[in-house]
Nanobody, 129 residues
Framework: QVQLVESGGGSVQAGGSLRLSCVGS??????????AAWFRQGPGKEREGVAA????????YYADSVKGRATISQDNAKNTLYLQINTLKPGDTARYYC????????????????????WGQGTQVTVSS
């Protein structure tokens, strides 16, 4: 069982930046064995995959909505996944969720947004204009 706990959300003005964090834990848990991703769900919107990473080789994937503004990264020593988003827009307002999926095929499984199995509770990001 994987436990994921997000933090770092808050209220920010348009044009600002935030860094979200997700600490992973569980018996024998290692980010290296997983695809890791950030999702978001805005008011009245469906959940959207925002960014994914396979730590094993550093492969990253981004949704068009954040490409060029977001960076997903991971710190093994802290067992923490990050999402940095710059130039925030009101459309980025959403609850952001950390998710993981164990992979036996490296990065190839990571862009399949519907296949993530472990989820955190989320952290709210509100961007005002």
């Amino acid at each position: 069982q994987v436990q994921l706990v997000e933090s770092g959300g808050g209220s920010v003005q348009a044009g600002g930046s935030l860094r979200l964090s997700c600490v992973g834990s569980g018996y024998g848990f290692r980010w290296n064995d997983y695809c890791a991703a950030w999702f978001r769900q805005g008011p009245g919107k469906e959940r959207e995959g925002v960014a994914a990473i396979y730590i094993g080789d550093g492969s990253t994937y981004y949704a068009d909505s954040v490409k060029g503004r977001a960076t997903i990264s991971q710190d093994n020593a802290k067992n923490t996944l990050y999402l940095q988003i710059n130039t925030l827009k009101p459309g980025d307002t959403a609850r952001y969720y950390c998710a993981a999926r164990r992979t036996t095929r490296g990065a190839s499984w990571c862009p399949y947004w519907d296949e993530y199995t472990d989820w955190g509770q989320g952290t709210q990001v509100t961007v005002s204009s």
